[in-house]
C-alpha cells in the first residue's frame, strides 16, 4: 500500500506487504523488502535495503551521504536489518570508500528518537540505542549492546557484544563486552549483570564470570600478564573468551580500563 502523496521510484524494488505512508521519499536504487513499514516523512535513498518487517517513524532519513568532505557521491551502500525499528528523527548515512563501503544495522534493533548512526558503521543485532545517541564513523556496536540516551561515541570505537553504555556518557575508547561504562568521559565501572542474567547465567556462572573480570581490571601485575594467564584459567568460559578475543583485536583508541581498584562496583 503506498499512499498517494509518497514519491516512491518507479526503480525501487517495493516487496510484498509493504506499507508507505504520506510524504515519503523513495530513491530508485532502494530496496524494501516484504513487510516494511514507512509511517510517514520518511526519506531512504541512496543503494538501501530495508529488511523485511522493519519500521520507520516520520522524518528519519536512511541511506542519505555521508557528512564527510571526502565523499564524492561514489554508491556506497546502507543495511537496514529484518524487523529493525527505528523511531522519529533518525539519521543514518551511507558508507564511504575510504571505509567499508556500508553502514549496517543489524536484525531487531530500536533506535530511539534522534539517534544518528555515521558512515561505515556496523551495529549487530538486537541493539538498542536510546534517544540522542549519537555514534561517530566506523563505530562498530557488538550484539545485543545498550547504548543509553544522548551517549556520544567517537569515530572508529568498538562497544562489544552485551555491553551496556550509560546515558550522558562520553565514549573516546573501546568497551568490552559485557562492560558497563558510564560517565561524561567513560570509565569502566563494572560488568553488565542485568544483560548476563538475561542471557540466563545463573550466579554461579556469574561469579565466574566477575571473578574474571576483575583479576583482568584490578588484579596485581601487568595487563598483557593477566590476560594470558586469564586465557589459560579460563578456556572453557565463553563469555570470558569472549572478552579476552575482544581485547586481542587491534584497536585504533585502546580499552577504557579505569575500573576502581577500591570498589570493583557492578552495574545491576
Known amino acids: 500500500m503506498i499512499h498517494p502523496t509518497a514519491i516512491v521510484s518507479p526503480d525501487a524494488f517495493i516487496g510484498r506487504g509493504v506499507k508507505i505512508g504520506p510524504f515519503c521519499t523513495v530513491g530508485p536504487d532502494v530496496v524494501l523488502e516484504d513487510d516494511v513499514e514507512l509511517v510517514s516523512h520518511v526519506v531512504v535513498e541512496g543503494k538501501t535495503r530495508v529488511g523485511a518487517g522493519a519500521k520507520l517513524f516520520p522524518f528519519c532519513t536512511v541511506g542519505m551521504a555521508p557528512q564527510d568532505l571526502k565523499y564524492k557521491g561514489e554508491p556506497t551502500e546502507t543495511i537496514i536489518g529484518p524487523r529493525t525499528i527505528i523511531r522519529e528523527h533518525c539519521s543514518i548515512h551511507r558508507g564511504t570508500v575510504t571505509g567499508t563501503g556500508v553502514t549496517k544495522i543489524g536484525a531487531d534493533c530500536l533506535l530511539m528518537a534522534v539517534v ?6 556496523d551495529v549487530g543485532d538486537n541493539v538498542i540505542m536510546s534517544n540522542n545517541v549519537v555514534l561517530g564513523g566506523h563505530v562498530v556496536v557488538g550484539d545485543r549492546a545498550i547504548i543509553g540516551g544522548s551517549a556520544a561515541l ?41 544483560g548476563l542474567r538475561r542471557r540466563g ?17 584490578a588484579g596485581p601485575g ?26 586481542a583485536t587491534p584497536s585504533r583508541h585502546g580499552l577504557i580500563t579505569n575500573l576502581s581498584r577500591a570498589t570493583g562496583e557492578d552495574e545491576g
Open 222 to 247: 601487568v595487563f598483557a600478564e593477566r590476560t594470558a594467564q586469564a586465557r589459560a584459567d579460563y578456556a572453557d568460559n565463553q563469555y570470558v573468551m569472549d572478552m579476552l578475543d575482544f581485547i
Open 201 to 217: 547465567l545463573d550466579k554461579t556462572q556469574l561469579h565466574r564470570v566477575r571473578a574474571a573480570y576483575k583479576f583482568l581490571f
Open 116 to 121: 544518528h548512526v555515521a558512515h561505515d558503521c
Open 154 to 194: 567517537l569515530q572508529f570505537v568498538r562497544v562489544g557484544q552485551g555491553a551496556m553504555v550509560g546515558g550522558v556518557t562520553g565514549v573516546t575508547a573501546d568497551v568490552i563486552p559485557y562492560g558497563f561504562v558510564f560517565g561524561p568521559r567513560a570509565k569502566l565501572c563494572g560488568l553488565n549483570i542485568i
